[in-house]
């Protein structure tokens, strides 16, 4: 949407958050509406990976209220917003993937498909809708501000079956010890000892959690179930193209 957009080397020009915006009467100015999930970009061509259920999320807003999906990219410029273009999902896991408008933004973050077991430490950063909402609260028809926000644990198991519930999409999961709430879907799971290295290894992606009984947990689409998967839209698999970053 903007030629002259310059990307920075800020975590914010690389973890995304998915929101269902708005066009003033002149369809020249955006007003974000609601916050649904996080994306990460992938490759250098502009896509990014999500949960599946955040792009079902996100299409079911405009098709029932109207408007465009956007993606805001935050730094030293200000709140630079792009519009989704496509998406894909994955047909047995609870991934997608988006293309935004906008090529050439790089990343340094890689999928790595080599599994971890249990006891292995984990960072995470996303976008919980309580914190974009937060303002809102405090000030009448304040805008929508997701802040990026920090998450650290560790797998407590792998889970190599179906789950219970049917909320969960997949046979390949990493059971986490920390949450991220509603709006924390789709963030990348990061292994913590790539953390400062040139590339960093995404091992999952946050599809959501579980409470009730015992402690509440997280649960994480492993990308070793997922590497090979290769979407039409992007021509190559994710693998393949989240090794062209940097």
């Known amino acids: 949407m903007s030629q002259n957009f310059v990307q920075e080397s800020n975590l914010s020009d690389i973890i ?22 996080t994306g990460f970009l992938i490759g250098n061509r502009g896509f990014a990976l999500t949960a599946g259920h955040v792009i079902d999320q996100l299409k079911e807003a405009v098709e029932r209220k109207g408007g465009v999906l956007i993606t805001h990219i935050f730094n030293n410029q200000g709140v630079q917003p792009f519009l989704i273009k496509d998406s894909a999902k994955h047909p047995d896991a609870d991934v997608g993937i988006i293309k935004i408008d906008q090529d050439n933004l790089k990343t340094w973050l890689r999928l790595s498909d080599f599994p971890h ?3 292995a430490p984990y960072i995470g950063w996303g976008y919980p809708k309580e914190t974009a909402e937060e303002l809102s609260l405090i000030k009448e028809n304040a805008k929508l501000r997701p802040d990026l ?9 792998t889970i190599n079956t179906h789950l219970p519930s049917s909320l969960f999409v997949g046979t390949k999961f ?3 010890s920390d949450l991220g709430g509603p709006g924390y879907s789709g963030s990348p799971i ?6 400062g290295a040139k590339f960093w290894d995404v091992i999952g992606i946050y599809i959501g959690e579980k409470e009730g009984r015992g402690a509440p947990v997280g649960y994480v689409v492993r990308i070793d179930a997922v590497s090979n998967w290769a979407p039409e839209l992007l021509g190559c698999t994710i693998k393949e193209e989240s090794l062209k970053c940097g």
């Open 117 to 119: 077991n249990a006891s």
């Open 190 to 195: 990061i292994f913590e000892k790539s953390i």
């Open 149 to 157: 926000i920090y998450t650290e644990g560790y797998i407590r198991r």
């Open 16 to 37: 995304l958050p998915l929101i269902w915006a708005e066009y003033d009467t002149d369809k020249k100015n955006l007003t974000p509406i609601e916050l649904i999930g």
């Open 174 to 176: 990493y059971e986490v």
